[in-house]
Nanobody, 114 residues
């Protein structure tokens, strides 16, 4: 069974940076998409950023210019570099990978607060 294992969340002050990582437990899969969603308390889960196997990316407008998604295909790992973090970025961040069906990580908490 395939698992997605996330790391890198935590508490950071406004303006700070964090880097999230998500590794698939099997390297043989060539996911069509890998990406990150987030869910803040009382809000719906939203797509933050996504990257295709070919390297095309898309971002939600609120993070453009601050977040960068990247991918290591041989390692089936996706990263999210988050800079200039704001309190409104506070949420549980979920890794997502799609190959015929959608796979999810367990979530990692990101808290931006002074």
């Amino acid at each position: 069974q395939l698992h997605l294992v996330e790391s890198g969340g935590g508490l950071v002050q406004p303006g700070g940076s964090l880097r999230l990582s998500c590794a698939a437990s099997r390297f043989s899969e060539n996911f069509w998409y890998m990406g990150w969603f987030r869910q803040a308390p009382g809000k719906e889960r939203e797509l933050v950023a996504r990257i295709t196997s070919g390297g095309s990316t898309n971002y939600v407008d609120s993070v453009k210019g601050r977040f960068t998604i990247s991918r290591d295909n041989p390692k089936n790992t996706v990263y999210l570099q988050m800079n200039s973090l704001k309190p409104e970025d506070t949420a549980v961040y979920y890794c997502n990978a799609v190959l015929i069906r959608s796979f999810w990580g367990q979530g990692t908490q990101v808290t931006v607060s002074s």
